[in-house]
């Protein structure tokens, strides 16, 4: 689960962003090597492919649905938030590194964090604080991954740019993940504001871990 935010616009910055989404793919279908290492690699391929640097705040987590816990890297990206169930509790992801094509040498430390059934963890811009994301969590606790980004985009879309992703842990859900899912079912376009696009992904592990379901919807250019 990867997002961040580029500097730059246009044509320049849509190239970057090419290189990182085939970068991460290729790192995401090799062996593992860990969050920092992934993190680390990728910053000193930008740094040597684009000179002209653009600064890249990135945050890069790697969801463990059997041992139940999340390891991450933030690198100066906006501190997404891991909100526990029932919006009891929130943990602020802070800053573990640099900002990408800032440093070619960037130090990255990765941390980890239980991830268990009923947690969501929400990473979104700026223009959506922290306290609304906890209400708006808290308020909803039975809401799927999509719902749930569906609300903030809606909250957020006054601005020309927002962003969501929501993981969320579902508990006991491995025989609903059919095509009947009731996931699939309440999902709607109709939930997420007509500026959206939205795409939805649930991922089954073996029992008795629980899968996770993750929304990811952008709006704006």
């Known amino acids: 689960m990867t997002t ?4 730059g616009k246009d044509i320049p910055a849509a190239i970057v962003i090419s290189g990182v989404q085939s970068a991460l793919r290729a790192f995401a279908r090799g062996p ?8 680390r690699e990728l910053n000193r391929m930008l740094c040597d492919l684009y000179p002209e640097r653009m600064q890249l705040s990135l945050f890069h987590c790697e969801i463990d649905c059997l041992k139940e816990q999340i390891t991450w890297v933030n690198a100066g990206h906006h501190c997404p938030l891991l909100i526990r169930i029932g919006g009891a509790a929130s943990l602020r992801l802070a800053n573990t590194g640099d900002a990408l094509c800032v ?11 239980p991830f268990h059934p009923g947690d969501t963890l929400v990473a979104a811009s700026a223009s959506l604080s922290a306290e609304l994301i906890v209400e708006t969590v808290r308020r909803y606790p039975y809401d799927s991954s999509p719902d749930l980004a569906g609300r903030l985009l809606g909250y957020g879309a006054i601005h020309e740019e927002c962003t969501a992703v929501v993981a969320r842990s579902i508990e006991g859900a491995a025989s609903r993940t059919s095509t009947s899912s009731p996931w699939g079912a309440r999902f709607r376009h109709d939930t997420v504001p007509p500026h959206a696009s939205t795409q939805l992904l649930t991922m089954a ?3 008795p871990a629980p899968p996770v379901s993750r929304c990811l919807a952008n709006s704006g250019r």
């Open 205 to 207: 592990s073996p029992s």
């Open 4 to 7: 961040g935010n580029l500097s």
């Open 103 to 113: 440093k070619q040498r960037g130090s990255y430390e990765q941390r980890t964090a």
């Open 32 to 39: 593992a090597i860990g969050a920092a290492t992934v993190v």
